[in-house]
Every structure is written in structure tokens, then in C-alpha cells.
């Protein structure tokens, strides 16, 4: 039957290049959506860990009865109650699930717990009498280097060696232990399955790396685990990592009940990996032209005390050490230590955070040195498509208008001076008006996008034609940045209907869609779902010899020919797994066709600061970034402003403060954040010049915030105050005259 009808629209609404609205948006606001903290289920039990005191000891002995004698406690776990793989590790399975012989760091888990409540299965948990020898930590990073206590050494050596330059600038660059500090803590619920299974419901980045350490862990087979997606309260990497995962499933099994666990804040900051601490030396070297020449770099990391992510993160920050510039002659120097301090892993920026402070820096000493603009400086030497990397020497195929960024932001208007936030120390008239000087900094951060080195990058999805609209099935992550609204709006476009519904599943039902990191998902799940929408989409129009598909049917020659309740009388459903352009891993000096693309921005700081007291206010961030093409614009303007953010916290105030291992500040009192007063106005160009793989020519937007943010923020300071400002976070002593 055909009917005749209006012709439909080419534009779907909240499609691609809108500001659709998130479907989780108005739950989240009223409190109504479920995080991992909310689970419940009738019956379950309460877990709890037991953590060393000491950041190295050697366990003599664990006693676990005087906790078994409390009242409602239904188990203790120690390391012999692992029934399978005794360690675990997201690169290398090198972390204890429970500490036996020895513990590493403070805070590592040495026994769990299950009781009936939350307060009955703490107090157990600190009744548990571990017997301890106490070990002298190792703490600094470069006498870790000096014993060969490492986890990675990486090596780069690109042109002639001994090529020199005129002007030369050298410096050495700290940055401090930074927390991801997600609102949401560590939580999650393991529910038996009554034939030796369970489901596993827990914060995470990429429940099937979870999967794959949980099962070795149990001892079980694959089909008998199931990592299923949870709400989360942010990640920034500190999902990344296993940490009460395997705890909860040993606790579950073993009482054959539901177990669910929340860490406290304090226990937050021992329960994740956090930001590697950095040290760095550079030596620049320029024609009198402004020519980068030669740039030299040793980079030191601390990993902390076991591996997780560290060897992919010292190559990142060496990969990156030298910006997005052209330089023929570059030498890297990278080693990432093991100490005793607490573990290091992923965090938002992943290595390319910094190095970026560092080599903002070293330009604008040496365009200080040259009597140059420092925009000028980076805009003689940009990279842009066509170079090679100055590091691997792989050539940019993919757009990055490195130019245009600049010149973007160069052209945003600047504050006046008489426009001011608020001045430096808050409402308490610490600081006097004629006491305030204003800096502004500016620095450029490059980073790549996806996973790199020969790794196979892949993520599944699977896109269903309903009668009730479109259904997106995918583990992908969703942590807060939007990627629901994404892949709904490229559904929309791509296949014209406007129902669409996206559902986590558990690693049973789908492939894995990939860590919910490296700024990835947008490219590789909305890759994953444009192919299997576009595909679904030209089979359906194939089978009913149809030229147009909307919410009304098939259409051919402008008339309805098949109303979309025929259409869905048969199951439509196609699952696609998408790969970004292959890469390979360097050679021994580093050189190779290392990463798939690569994404920048470029960051103007405002500052006003009191330099007798040491007393800074960050009144504005601007910034230009390519964005490739902005799928949601909203969304992307707020993952830039969330970036900002944590680089403003790095810059001015978020430090771990560690004391021979030992964090002295695991809460919100004493580990500074950035609320709302201290939120500089941020505004945002979006270079929009599409990529070559991502859906839509998309890029990944949110990392490239946080990269140099920090660093122009210190750059401000450094102009305001005429001091080297070195080191981040900058304190009032390293600019108090």
C-alpha cells in the first residue's frame, strides 16, 4: 500500500551539531538517578577493608578473630582466601588483591570484611590485629632511579645529536600529586548468581578490563562473571584501575549473599590511583630567527608502588615533551620509578599535563630570550598537518590547525584591568586594591587521541530498529561527559529516527567498547554506532526497496511505501566493532607511526595577584580549541570548562601532600578544590576543522583542556610577579617577595 503524505524533513531534531538536552540530565538535577553509592538489594551484607598504617612493612602476622567474634559479621578475607590469581593489574598483574607478605604503600588493602551493616562491618574491620615489621619507605623518586626501582625507561632520539643553537634557555620543572577527586567515592554491589557466579556492579571505566581481573582473581570462568555498567559520580582515571571489585566478589561468593561497599572520602584517596608526580629538565635551543633548533628533556615520574599505568604514561609525557612544535634535532630522557608512595595512574591529560607545563615554560623563557611575542614564538614553529611529530617523527595526516588555534585566541578580547573577580584572598579584605598586579599567560598543549603504540584500539555497538524508536546497546562508560546524548544524536542523524534509547549492557551481552579514557569514546563507540546505524539503515531501505527512512516508515520517491509498524514486524539489528587507524610501536629510539590522531588547544590566563602575601585570583580563562566537529556544542563547551577547572586546581591549589608516604590531607578540608567562587569566566572558540575517522569528523574534547590550562595560568603568575614560578601547584612562598 502506498500512501501519500508530506515529504519528510531532512533535519532531525537534537541530531548532530544541536545542544540536545542529556536524558539523564533532569534525574541527576532532582536527585533521582541511581549511583553506584545507591544500590540495594533485600538481603545484602556490608563490606569493609582493612588497611596497612605504614606505607612499607612486612606482615608478621594477621589475627582475624576478633573481628569474626563481633556480632553480625559474616566473614574475613586474607590473601589465602584468594582462590585464584593472587595479584592484579590493568597493564601488568603486579598488585596483591590482598596484601600477604608485605604491604607497599599506606593504605593497601590487607583484609575485607562483611557484616550485616555499614558501621558493624568497620568497627570488624579495624578489630582485625595485623602484626607488622616496619620497613623504611622508599619515597624520593630519584633515589628510586638511582637503586634501579623502576617501572619503565623511555628513550627518544630524533636528528642530528649534535646540533646547536644560538640561544639557548634551560630550566627544571616540578608538578605535585594531583587527585582526580571525583564527587562519587569507590562503590559497588557483587550479587551472587547461586551456581558459582556473580554480577558485579561497580565504578568503572572499562568493566571489561574489570572482567578479566575479576575472573582471574576468582579463579572462575568468563560466562561466570558479569561486570555490568553503573552510575558514576566522575572518573578523570580513577576508574580506570580495579580496587574494591574483586573484594566484593570474594565477599559475596564467599557468604553467598550481596555485597555492597562505599569507601569513605578518606579511604577514596588511599582506594585510586592519582596524577603522576613529575620532575623535569629541559634545554631549549633557538636560531636568532626564533628557529626551534634542539630541545632536550629528561622526565621523571613517580609511579608509586605498583604499575598500573605508568609505563604508558611516561611515554606520553616524553611522546609530548616537546609541544605541538617543529624541531628536527629532539633527545628524551624518561624513567618512571616504584616507590613506596601511593600508586599513580590515569588522570584526565595522561602524561601530556606535565610536560605541557614544562615546555610552555622553556618557550616563553626563550621568547623572553629572544625579544620576541611569545605567540609569535609558537606560532614560527607550530606543527600543523603534513610535519612530523618532532618526537616519533611520524607524519600529522589528520587536520591540526595549530595556527589557527593561536591566532584565534590571540584575537580574543582581554579583560581590563579595572574588570576584576574579586580580589586575591577573598572577602576578608586580606589584600588592599593598589597591592594587586595583573599577569597575563598564555600556553599551547597537544595530546593524542586514543589508544597508541600498536595497541587494538576497538569498541562494539549494537543499534536495534524497535517499534518504540532506536536502541543503542554498548559497555561504553558514561562518567559524567555526555556520551549518551552523543550517540543518541548520531542515531538520530544517521538513521532519521527520532526515538532513541542507549542502554549499558554487561560484558555478557556485547564486546568490549573500550576504557571511558584517552578522550576515545566519541570517536571509537560513536565510530562503532554511526557504521552500525548507517548500516542498519541501508538494509532496511534495501529490503523495501525504499530511498528514505523516518519515524512514519520507509519512504520511496516521496511517498510513505512501508509505515513503520510493518518495518518493525521484523527484527532489524546491527552490531558493529570499529577500529581507529592502525599504529605501531616505536623503535628503540622512539620513532614509529605511534598514535592515531591528535587533538590541541591553546589557553589565555588572566590573573591578578598580591605579591607580598603570595595571593592569587584567577579572573579569567580563554581558550581556543580544535574540536574537529562539535557533535553536542553545549557539551563540548562543558567538558572545556570542567577542564579548566581541574587545570586551575593544578595550577593554584590541588596537591597530595605526601610525608615519607603517608598522605596528609585525604578529604575535601585539607585537599584544596576549586568551588564555584573560585570558577574564573571562561569563554571558548570551537575550531571546528573535521577529522578524518571520527563520526561526523568529530575529535575527542576532553582532555586538551586540562593540558594547558595549568601551564598559562602559571605563565600569568610569572608575568605578574617577574618570578620563575617553576613549580606547580604555585604556593604564597613561591611568589611572596
Known amino acids: 500500500m502506498t500512501v501519500r503524505t508530506e515529504q519528510p524533513s531532512s533535519r532531525i531534531d537534537d541530531g548532530i551539531g544541536e545542544s540536545a538536552l542529556r536524558p539523564d ?27 596497612s598504617p605504614h606505607p612499607h612493612a612486612r606482615i608478621l602476622s594477621i589475627d582475624v578473630a576478633p573481628a569474626l567474634a563481633i556480632g553480625g559479621v559474616h566473614a574475613v578475607l586474607t590473601a589465602d582466601d584468594v582462590p585464584g590469581r593472587a595479584s592484579f593489574g590493568l597493564e601488568h598483574p603486579d598488585q596483591p588483591v590482598l596484601a600477604k607478605e608485605m604491604v607497599n604503600f599506606w593504605g593497601e588493602p590487607v583484609a575485607i570484611v562483611a557484616a550485616e551493616d555499614d558501621a558493624t562491618a568497620r568497627r570488624a574491620a579495624a578489630a582485625v590485629v595485623v602484626e607488622y615489621e ?49 564527587l ?56 580506570e584501575d580495579v580496587n574494591l571489585h574483586i573484594h566484593l566478589c570474594l565477599l559475596a561468593l564467599h557468604t553467598s549473599q550481596p555485597v555492597k561497599m562505599v569507601y569513605h572520602r578518606s579511604e577514596s584517596f588511599t582506594g585510586h590511583v592519582h596524577r603522576h608526580p613529575a620532575r623535569m629538565w629541559y634545554r ?88 620576541m611575542d611569545p605567540l609569535e614564538l609558537r606560532r614560527k614553529n607550530a606543527l600543523e ?70 595497541f587494538d584500539d576497538f569498541a562494539q555497538a549494537r543499534v536495534l530498529l524497535t517499534p518504540g524508536g532506536a536502541i543503542v546497546e554498548t559497555a561504553a562508560i558514561e562518567v559524567g561527559q555526555g556520551l549518551v546524548t552523543i550517540l543518541a544524536q548520531i542515531v538520530r542523524s544517521s538513521m532519521g529516527v527520532s526515538s532513541v ?69 521484523d527484527k532489524w539489528e546491527e552490531t558493529v566493532t570499529f577500529r581507529h587507524p592502525p599504529t605501531s610501536p616505536p623503535d628503540g629510539d622512539g620513532q614509529g607511526v605511534v598514535h592515531a590522531d591528535f587533538a590541541l588547544a591553546a589557553h589565555r590566563a588572566v590573573v591578578d595577584v598580591d605579591p607580598e602575601l603570595g595571593l592569587v585570583t584567577v579572573v579569567r580563562v580563554d581558550t581556543a580549541q580544535d574540536v574537529g566537529k562539535a557533535l553536542n556544542p553545549q557539551s563540548v563547551v562543558g567538558q572545556i570548562e570542567g577542564g579548566i577547572m581541574q587545570g586551575v586546581g593544578l ?36 575550531i571546528e576543522k573535521e577529522g578524518s575517522w571520527g563520526p561526523f569528523g568529530a575529535k575527542g574534547v576532553g582532555e ?34
Open 501 to 569: 534509547e542507549v542502554r549499558h549492557v554487561d560484558t555478557s551481552k556485547i564486546d568490549s567498547a573500550g576504557s571511558t579514557s584517552a578522550s576515545r569514546q566519541t570517536q571509537m563507540s560513536g565510530g562503532a554506532t554511526l557504521e552500525a546505524s548507517s548500516r542498519l539503515r541501508a538494509r532496511i531501505l534495501e529490503h523495501f526497496a525504499g530511498d528514505d527512512l523516518n519515524d512514519e516508515g520507509v519512504w520511496r520517491d516521496g511517498e510513505l511505501v512501508v509505515p513503520m509498524s510493518r518495518v518493525t514486524e
Open 284 to 371: 631549549h635551543e633557538a636560531d636568532e630567527d626564533g628557529n626551534l633548533v634542539r630541545v632536550r628533556a629528561k622526565v621523571l615520574i613517580d609511579g608509586g608502588a605498583y604499575a598500573s599505568t605508568t609505563a604508558a604514561v611516561l611515554a606520553n609525557a616524553c611522546y609530548f615533551a616537546v609541544g605541538p612544535y617543529n624541531c628536527e634535532s629532539v633527545s628524551v630522557d624518561g624513567v618512571g620509578t616504584r616507590t613506596n608512595n601511593p600508586p599513580c595512574g590515569a588522570m584526565r591529560g595522561f602524561g601530556a599535563v606535565q610536560v605541557c607545563f614544562a615546555h610552555e615554560a622553556q618557550m616563553d623563557r626563550l621568547a623572553d630570550a629572544l625579544g
Open 184 to 239: 562519587g567515592t569507590e562503590a559497588g554491589l557483587a550479587v551472587p548468581d547461586g551456581h558459582g557466579g556473580v554480577d558485579l556492579y561497580a565504578t568503572s571505566q572499562f568493566v571489561h578490563a574489570d572482567h578479566e581481573q575479576v575472573v582471574a582473581s576468582l579463579g572462575l570462568r568468563p560466562e561466570q562473571v558479569r561486570a555490568h555498567p553503573t552510575g558514576i559520580g566522575g572518573a578523570f582515571g580513577a576508574r
Open 651 to 686: 595550577a593554584i591549589m590541588e596537591e597530595l601532600i605526601l610525608d615519607h608516604g603517608v598522605i596528609r590531607n585525604p578529604n575535601f578540608t585539607d585537599y584544596l578544590l576549586p568551588t564555584i567562587l573560585d570558577a574564573p569566566d571562561v569563554e571558548a572558540l570551537l
Open 704 to 737: 586538551p583542556p586540562t593540558i594547558s590550562s595549568t601551564a598559562a595560568v602559571a605563565a600569568a603568575i610569572r608575568n605578574a610577579t617577574g618570578r620563575a614560578i617553576n613549580r606547580v601547584p604555585v604556593r604564597p612562598q613561591d611568589i611572596a617577595l
Open 134 to 182: 616496619r620497613l623504611e619507605p622508599l619515597t624520593d623518586p630519584e633515589d628510586a632511579d638511582l637503586r634501579d626501582e623502576v617501572f619503565q625507561r623511555m628513550r627518544i632520539r630524533r636528528g642530528d645529536q649534535s646540533a646547536s643553537g644560538s640561544v639557548v634557555v634551560e630550566g627544571f620543572y616540578e608538578v605535585g600529586m594531583q587527585d582526580q577527586a571525583p
Open 25 to 51: 540530565g533532569i534525574a541527576k538535577l532532582k536527585g533521582e538517578f541511581e549511583y553506584a553509592q545507591d544500590q540495594w538489594v533485600e538481603g545484602m551484607l556490608w563490606g569493609a577493608t582493612t588497611r
Open 385 to 454: 598537518s603534513g610535519d612530523s611529530m618532532p618526537t616519533t617523527g611520524q607524519v600529522i595526516e589528520t587536520p591540526l590547525p595549530t595556527v589557527e588555534v593561536i591566532d584565534s585566541l590571540a584575537a580574543m578580547p582581554i579583560p581590563e584591568e579595572s574588570e576584576r573577580a574579586g580580589l586575591p584572598g577573598g572577602s576578608g579584605l586580606t589584600t588592599e586594591e593598589h597591592h594587586v598586579v595583573r599577569g597575563i599567560g598564555y600556553a599551547v598543549g597537544i595530546k593524542n587521541l586514543g589508544f597508541s603504540e600498536g
